[in-house]
């Protein structure tokens, strides 16, 4: 069974549970971080032409709160240590505790990419997934188009799979084809 889940850090990151304390800091950066995000991050962020209100992504910290709590999903605010600036939301989403496996998801906010941050969120959910929730097997989807996260699949040693083809939609009419790739616990090895 998986014990309580409290702040960890990670390198100079630190990770919190998902908490609307943090909503003025997060959707600065999610406006900062839209177009972006509406592109390949969650399909559901596709469907909005510009930037959703700050009451309906507190709805949505709502709603990943009770995910957190309910031991469904585990998504984090990401914070420099030293600088205490939020750069971006890490999570394993769809954890399915039967086996246990769950699939890595993170953005980083538009003024801190390229710092190699996505990196080392993909490393901590990696390290979190096998060593706080046991799991199994991880994977990372993205879209075939997302050539950043594919990288970071590789550079992680997940391996390439398959690809589901226009398995997702975006915007309207924009299919999204999802390359699969996954890491199984016994042939994880801790990077840090």
């Not at 304390?21 to 032409?49: C, G, M, R």
């Not at 039967?98 to 969120?121: C, I, M, Q």
């Not at 083809?165 to 975006?170: P, R, S, V």
Request: charged share 30%; glycine share 6%.
């Amino acid at each position: 069974m998986i014990k309580d889940i409290e702040i960890f850090q990670f390198e100079n990151l630190v990770f919190k549970p998902i908490s609307l304390e943090d909503v003025d800091v997060t959707y600065e950066a999610f406006e900062e971080s839209f177009q972006n995000l509406n592109q390949y991050y969650i399909p559901a962020w596709s469907k909005h032409d510009t930037t959703p209100s700050k009451e309906f992504v507190k709805k949505y910290g709502d709603v990943c709160i009770g995910y957190f709590e309910n031991k469904e999903s585990f998504l984090f605010s990401v914070f420099n240590q030293e600088t205490n600036q939020f750069i971006g939301h890490a999570e394993i989403h769809h954890f399915d505790p039967s086996v246990p496996k769950g699939r890595l998801g993170y953005w980083v906010r538009n003024s801190e990419s390229g710092k190699g941050y996505a990196t080392k969120f993909a490393q901590a959910l990696t390290k979190f997934g096998f060593e706080t929730l046991e799991c199994q097997r991880l994977e990372i989807r993205n879209d075939v188009r997302n050539l950043a996260s594919r990288k970071i699949a590789e550079k992680l040693n997940y391996k390439f799979l398959t690809v589901f083809e226009k398995n997702k939609q975006g915007k309207k009419g924009d299919f999204w084809d999802l390359e699969i790739h996954a890491l199984l616990k016994d042939e994880y090895h801790d990077q840090s």
